[in-house]
């Protein structure tokens, strides 16, 4: 059974940063697309990064410049570095494996941006 663990979510102030991470299980995690999304209260999932197989990387418009997505496929875990955390980006944060049709999800890591 596939399984992907997120990591990392926190109470943190405007301002501030947060290190998440995603340990996938189960999976040739080199194959898939690794991705963070993410649900705010009473909003639908949005993506906020992908990285794909070959390591490009590509970002909502909101978070570019603060956020960024890596992978290590040696300990098959997928990071999100987040600078500069604002309140509308309380929320949580899912992560997501694809490839091709099929894909996996977390159960999500919450995080909360408030001072």
């Known amino acids: 059974q596939v399984q992907l663990v997120e990591s990392g979510g926190g109470l943190v102030q405007p301002g501030e940063s947060l290190r998440l991470s995603c340990a996938a299980s189960?999976?040739?995690?080199?194959?898939?697309?690794m991705g963070w999304y993410r649900q705010a209260p009473g909003k639908q999932r949005e993506l906020v990064a992908v990285?794909?197989?070959?390591?490009?990387?590509n970002y909502a418009d909101s978070v570019k410049g603060r956020f960024t997505i890596s992978r290590d496929n040696a300990k098959n875990t997928v990071y999100l570095q987040m600078n500069i955390l604002n309140p509308d980006e309380t929320a949580v944060y899912y992560c997501?494996?694809?490839?091709?049709?099929?894909?996996?999800w977390g159960q999500g890591t919450q995080v909360t941006v408030s001072s």
């Open positions: 189960r999976i040739t995690f080199s194959l898939y697309a």
């Open positions: 990285i794909t197989s070959g390591g490009s990387t």
């Open positions: 997501n494996a694809k490839i091709g049709v099929t894909g996996y």
